[in-house]
């Protein structure tokens, strides 16, 4: 399984820039997939953006052009860079990943780091 810890969260101001890292542990090896959900009290978690192991990126239609993921192969680390933030931007992002090693698929999850847009 992946341990995965994220970073980065903070209160901002609308229109500023903030980027998220996550970084991976354990069996990584085994990871194909790695995403930034977000959640809000009382809603679903959604899928923000994702990354797969050949690169190819997907994105929440809200967040294009102001969002972007990347990663980092040698420090085991995603991002999430977020320009020109909104209000209901504001939400605990979440880190994910998903691997398959011998024992299986899984799916992991990080702790959370909260974002908050605001005046």
């Known amino acids: 399984q992946v341990h995965l810890v994220e970073s980065g969260g903070a209160l901002v101001h609308p229109g500023e820039s903030l980027r998220l890292s996550c970084v991976a542990s354990g069996s990584i090896s085994g990871i194909y997939s790695m995403a930034w959900y977000r959640q809000i009290p009382d809603k679903q978690r959604e899928l923000v953006a994702s990354?797969?192991?050949?690169?190819?990126?997907n994105y929440l239609d809200s967040v294009k052009g102001r969002f972007t993921i990347s990663r980092n192969n040698a420090k085991d680390t995603i991002y999430l860079q977020m320009n020109s933030l909104k209000s209901e931007d504001t939400a605990v992002y979440y880190c994910?990943?998903?691997?398959?090693?011998?024992?299986?698929?899984?799916?992991?999850w990080g702790q959370g780091t909260q974002v908050t847009v605001s005046l």
């Open positions: 990354i797969t192991s050949g690169g190819n990126t």
């Open positions: 994910n990943a998903d691997s398959e090693t011998n024992s299986g698929v899984f799916q992991d």
